[in-house]
């Protein structure tokens, strides 16, 4: 195995040994099991003997202390949000608190069967069916679903209920799904998995939805909305109210995607303004870990219109206690495996309870100042695609920095030498060399302030056509740029094995 | 900072939501805020109010299974390095996150004997679903042909996922809990995309493939093999053997705890053909631009924010973090200890089987670690659940809980190497008195 020289990841910042590591099929291991296994070491039947694999897997058994350094080694070539700042748009990456990775590994909690008799689960169901109502308050949409298992599964749960309800009352035929150009792209991918068509709604100049173009594309084949509520520019869609005016006039709903939640939580309820249907990314707003891409969860939350039709099983508050309820004849029926993702959903719900009744607005005011605060002092050096305040989230571009012959992607990896993980990136589609910046509302103003400086200094440099290390960059991480076309060109998804 | 912004108060930064929206700060129906103590209080009372299994003998089943978890597979994933990571896309800062990936695309593959894996789905259910899916897309034919014998969760999920697509869901009736592999054969035709069976099946039966693949080369139909308990593979031939064109399941059983049903971990494996149709992540091979070698997230044209309405799924978070769980656990395990923890399981369920008093019966055929007991009538079985759960026994999920239609005197009963010889002891005695 080779060493490698020490590094420093950032800047000014500590230095440590980093070690290069192997693949695990790369170690010298003993093919002796490292581990004392419980249980009955008896015979196995003779029929299943018929079946006997004949060489192993091929999987390699490390000892303990092997095991454990390698994936502690490999731990440290990861940026985190315990090592620094995430400004990752439409990510909301915040701190998670770790009272929630305490509370949801208590034996009673993480070591329960999903088919134990109900009398002996009833605390979880309890926590769980507290979650429901609280997501229920918090949007204002009053029936709510755990079940989804993150984002985009939320989205075709939401559309299987409004197909289900159009059904309900005749109207079928309805499949057509207006999507404005800002959205997600899980939103039109969801749509197509539920089999409907989409259309695409042109945001305005200012980055909102056009009233005219809604309007146009409004008739009797719209089962609904899809909106993102503040959008993925960063602004509040102000005409809110007359939006869902029009699409509930036309006889379609009107879908939420709560990616955005975090600027709204504690202020305004999305119900209120007239959307029917909610998901809710728990992973975001309510800070459950990304875990390097999961899990997430994806509740969803409705009005009455679409409660009927919420995925069983569902959980109910009985006379006698709470229950696992599984029938019921209006139900779309189950949408995954179990009734939900529930260590995530309990650590959203521990969060929750910290914040409270009388705290939870800090978090969508805090977020927003932030961001806002994070465009004050970049709109001079950075292109800012549509004027005015923001919301939990600010858009920039690359424009200005183009005629100096630096890019959006340049600027991001050059963020990574001067210590901070890239903002969103092309994203939202709908303006060139989009950077999309969300500093939440867990960082404190002197990480916001050393970001913007970093910003401030790349600019300068563009200015002062210094762009060299702009380009080559990122030159102090484990690894520098990775060739992604030669990844996708001839794909290995695999470590072959020895023969 | 309200001043470098240029406004007075924090309200001004909310006036482009209209008036009438805005709620009152502290109006919400919520309890008032926790602190960490009363947090850990009501969640340690909450918890206090379940039973769990590290206190009683779990002989549960039917898709989440009781298995051991070494200490440092937790360990791992708190490590904030791997939980508050984000999704790997700046693959310079991510490289710990994607080697684990490739390690575990390559050990569940080879696991399942599969050319390929992605990097997880939600949890077996909705890889099934993804799996008939990506059949229906590679083929271009409309039906589904789904063995009864398939988990009765993974075929609803699969029913809902297919519902409002082009084409047609057969789902074809169980008997005598096994897999009736003759009408499996019957049923794939040259219109059908994929033929979905379970092995070791919904009942723990261990069947032969054979038959169901040549039929699938005659007809061009893809044939799609779930699993409940990856641990089985350490020890019996993987669904890959039978030339299975797409093998998904559970990975819970590789560390990750049963958590009341998740977070979980869906496994998606294929054939090297077939790569460019699967659904979700994946992670591949690749080399910085100093020539040393690295991982990065790859084929995203597959995917829905490249592909929007186009994509091979609308899938964006999945498993991540259940991933690095099951890395951890098969790197430490190896292919002995896969193996150990197989055969203990097995062992467990054969010694429970063969002490079973005459008038409860399990099902025939040749089971890994889980089997049907029947009973004479249902309060015969129920005075026996009642007795068990008093002795700190869960000792199988009623069958019809699962299965509607079925006659409620069955159990559908698991064992684990956490079952130790006294556990199947007092089983036994505890169905002794059921004579």
Same mark, same amino acid.
């Given at each position: ?32 099991e490292?581990i004392n296994l419980p249980g009955v070491a008896g015979d196995i039947s003779a029929g299943l003997k ?16 092997? !095991? ?33 990775e305490q509370v949801v590994r208590l034996p009673g909690l993480a070591n329960i069967h999903p088919d134990q008799p109900e009398s002996t689960v009833q605390g979880a169901l309890a926590l769980l069916h507290e979650l ?6 918090? $949007? ?6 755990l079940q ?11 559309? @299987? ?34 089999? @409907?068509? $989409? ?7 200012? /980055? ?13 084949? =719209?089962?609904?909305?899809?909106? &993102?509520?503040?959008?993925? !520019?960063? @602004? ?33 309820? +999305? /119900? ?12 975001? !707003?309510? *800070? ?24 069983t099983p569902r959980i109910g508050k009985m006379e006698n206690g709470y229950a696992i309820i599984s029938e ?6 189950p949408?995954l495996g179990s009734i939900g993702q529930v260590g995530v959903l309990l650590?959203?719900a521990a ?24 465009? *004050? ?28 012959? =630096?890019? !959006? ?12 993980? +890239?903002? &969103? ?13 969300? +500093? ?14 970093? @910003? ?28 992604? &076309? ?14 | ?39 850990v209080r009501k969640f340690t009372c909450a918890s206090e109010q379940n039973r769990h299994a590290g206190s009683t003998s779990c002989f549960l089943g039917g898709g989440t299974y009781h298995h051991f978890i070494p200490a440092i597979v937790d360990y ?47 949890d077996a259910a ?18 589904? %042909?789904?063995?009864?014998s398939v988990n009765p969760r993974y075929?609803t ?17 169980s008997e005598n809990f096994t ?15 994929? %033929?979905?069976?379970q092995?070791p099946d919904f009942y723990g039966t261990v ?20 699993f409940s308990d990856a641990t089985a593979f350490g020890l019996i ?12 399941g559970s990975g819970q059983s590789l560390g990750i705890p049963m958590g009341f049903g998740g977070p979980h971990l ?29 991982? %990065? ?25 259940m991933?690095?769980a099951a890395?951890?656990y098969?790197?430490l395990m190896?292919?002995?200890g896969l193996k150990r923890v197989a055969e203990n399981s097995a062992a467990a369920l054969k010694m429970l089987v063969d002490g079973l008093p005459e008038n409860v019966t399990a099902a025939g055929g040749a089971h890994y670690n889980e089997t049907v007991l029947s009973f004479t009538d249902q309060t015969t079985r129920d005075g026996f659940l009642t007795r068990a759960e008093a002795a700190g026994i869960f000792a199988g999920i009623p069958l019809e809980k699962l299965e509607k239609d079925i006659e409620p005197k069955h159990l559908l009963v698991a064992a684990t190497e956490m079952i130790e010889t006294d556990d199947v002891t007092r089983y036994l005695e505890l169905l002794g008195g059921a004579q």
């Amino acid at each position: 195995m080779s060493s490698s020289p020490v590094k420093s990841i950032y800047q000014g910042g500590s230095h440590g040994l980093m070690h290069e590591e192997p693949l695990l099929f790369e170690h010298a291991h003993e093919a002796a099991e490292s581990i004392n296994l419980p249980g009955v070491a008896g015979d196995i039947s003779a029929g299943l003997k018929a079946f006997a694999r004949v060489t192993g897997p091929g999987i390699p058994g490390l000892s303990e202390p092997e !095991t454990v350094r390698h994936f502690v080694r490999l731990s440290q070539w990861n940026h985190n949000i315990e090592t620094g700042f995430y400004p990752l748009g439409s990510c909301t990456m915040k701190y998670n608190p770790r009272v929630n990775e305490q509370v949801v590994r208590l034996p009673g909690l993480a070591n329960i069967h999903p088919d134990q008799p109900e009398s002996t689960v009833q605390g979880a169901l309890a926590l769980l069916h507290e979650l429901q109502e609280w997501l229920s308050e918090i $949007t204002g949409l009053p029936c709510c679903t755990l079940q989804p298992a993150a984002g985009a599964h939320g989205e075709w749960t939401g559309l @299987m209920l409004i197909r289900a309800a159009l059904e309900a009352r005749g109207e079928g035929h309805r499949t057509r799904v207006l999507v404005p150009d800002s959205a997600h792209g899980t939103n039109p991918a969801s749509a197509a998995l539920c089999g @409907m068509s $989409t259309v695409e709604i042109k945001s305005t100049p200012e /980055g909102r939805v056009d009233l005219d173009e809604l309007k146009a594309n409004l008739d009797g084949n =719209v089962a609904a909305l899809m909106l &993102t509520n503040p959008n993925t !520019t960063g @602004m509040f869609e102000s005409d809110i109210a007359e939006i869902c005016k029009l699409v509930h006039e036309a006889g379609g709903f009107v879908y939420g995607d709560g990616a955005n939640l975090n600027a709204l939580v504690g202020k305004a309820k +999305p /119900g209120d303004m007239g959307i029917d249907c909610l998901h809710i990314n728990v992973h975001k !707003t309510f *800070s459950t870990p990304h875990g390097g891409g999961g899990p997430g969860g994806g509740p969803v939350v409705v009005c009455e219109a679409l409660a009927p039709f919420l995925p069983t099983p569902r959980i109910g508050k009985m006379e006698n206690g709470y229950a696992i309820i599984s029938e019921d004849e209006n139900s779309i029926g189950p949408i995954l495996g179990s009734i939900g993702q529930v260590g995530v959903l309990l650590r959203a719900a521990a969060y929750i309870a910290a914040f409270g009744r009388n705290h939870l607005h800090r978090i969508a005011e805090d977020a927003v100042l932030n961001a806002n605060y994070v465009l *004050s002092r970049l709109k001079d050096a950075y292109d800012v695609p549509f004027k005015g305040i923001c919301k939990h989230e600010c858009l920039l571009t690359d424009e200005i920095q183009n005629r100096h012959g =630096v890019k !959006t992607l340049d600027i991001a990896k050059r963020l990574i030498d001067l210590g901070f993980h +890239p903002m &969103t990136v092309y994203f939202p589609l709908i303006v060139h060399g989009a950077m999309l910046i969300e +500093p939440t509302e867990s960082e404190s103003k002197e990480t916001i302030d050393a970001f913007c400086d970093a @910003m401030l200094q790349i600019a300068e440099d563009c200015e002062k056509g210094e762009t060299e290390a702009l380009h080559a960059a990122p030159l102090l991480p484990i690894r520098t740029r990775l060739d992604e &076309t030669a990844a996708a060109r001839n794909p290995v998804l695999v470590w072959p094995e020895e023969k | 900072m309200l001043g470098a912004i240029g406004v007075s108060d924090i309200n001004n930064l909310f006036t482009d939501i209209p008036a009438g929206f805005h709620i009152e700060p502290g109006s919400l129906d919520l309890p008032d805020a926790l602190s960490e103590a009363a947090i850990v209080r009501k969640f340690t009372c909450a918890s206090e109010q379940n039973r769990h299994a590290g206190s009683t003998s779990c002989f549960l089943g039917g898709g989440t299974y009781h298995h051991f978890i070494p200490a440092i597979v937790d360990y791992v994933i708190s490590r904030g390095e791997f939980l508050t990571a984000y999704t790997p896309y700046q693959p310079e800062i991510s490289q710990g996150t994607l080697q684990v990936l490739f390690e575990f695309q390559t050990m569940a593959a080879r696991l399942l004997e599969m050319d390929i894996s992605n990097a997880s789905m939600y949890d077996a259910a909705t890889s099934v679903a993804e799996a008939a899916l990506m059949a229906k897309r590679v083929t271009r034919r409309a039906r589904t %042909v789904i063995a009864g014998s398939v988990n009765p969760r993974y075929r609803t999920v699969t029913r809902n996922y297919l519902l409002h697509l082009e084409g047609d869901t057969v789902e074809l009736p169980s008997e005598n809990f096994t897999t009736d592999i003759e009408a499996i054969v019957a049923a794939i035709t040259p219109e059908t995309a994929s %033929v979905i069976v379970q092995y070791p099946d919904f009942y723990g039966t261990v069947y032969d493939l054979a038959d169901i693949r040549k039929k699938c080369d005659e007809t061009g139909t893809l044939m799609v093999v779930a699993f409940s308990d990856a641990t089985a593979f350490g020890l019996i031939r993987a669904p890959g053997s039978f030339g299975a064109d797409i093998v998904v399941g559970s990975g819970q059983s590789l560390g990750i705890p049963m958590g009341f049903g998740g977070p979980h971990l869906g496994i998606f494996t294929c054939t090297q053909k077939l790569l460019r149709q699967m659904p979700g992540r994946v992670c591949g091979l690749t080399q910085d631009a100093n020539g040393k070698r690295g991982f %990065v997230l790859t084929l995203s044209t597959r995917e829905q924010h490249i592909r929007r309405e186009k994509a091979t799924s609308n899938i964006c978070s999945n498993q991540g973090l259940m991933c690095t769980a099951a890395a951890t656990y098969m790197a430490l395990m190896g292919d002995a200890g896969l193996k150990r923890v197989a055969e203990n399981s097995a062992a467990a369920l054969k010694m429970l089987v063969d002490g079973l008093p005459e008038n409860v019966t399990a099902a025939g055929g040749a089971h890994y670690n889980e089997t049907v007991l029947s009973f004479t009538d249902q309060t015969t079985r129920d005075g026996f659940l009642t007795r068990a759960e008093a002795a700190g026994i869960f000792a199988g999920i009623p069958l019809e809980k699962l299965e509607k239609d079925i006659e409620p005197k069955h159990l559908l009963v698991a064992a684990t190497e956490m079952i130790e010889t006294d556990d199947v002891t007092r089983y036994l005695e505890l169905l002794g008195g059921a004579q």
